[in-house]
């Protein structure tokens, strides 16, 4: 078994350079996504100075991303559920 210098050694000049290339853009993608969070996290600020509940605007957005149908098929089953835990 190599060790991590002997593999770095053996690595090509152009596979290492590749290597730095996605190191590199994984990092600034990091860093975009830190900044689109605190982008977010502003207009959820935003909105509850208006008085708007921030944790339902959250459940909004995720529920918009789903299909209507998949939604409606997701709300008939909570309320089935609510429904069974109610009896008892």
Known sequence: MQTDIERSESMGQATKEKLRQYIARIERLEAEKAELGADIREVYA???SFGFDPKIMRKVVSLRKIEAAERA???AMIDLYLDVV???
């Open 86 to 88: 109610a009896e008892v």
């Open 73 to 75: 098929e997701q709300e």
């Open 46 to 48: 935003e909105l509850k």
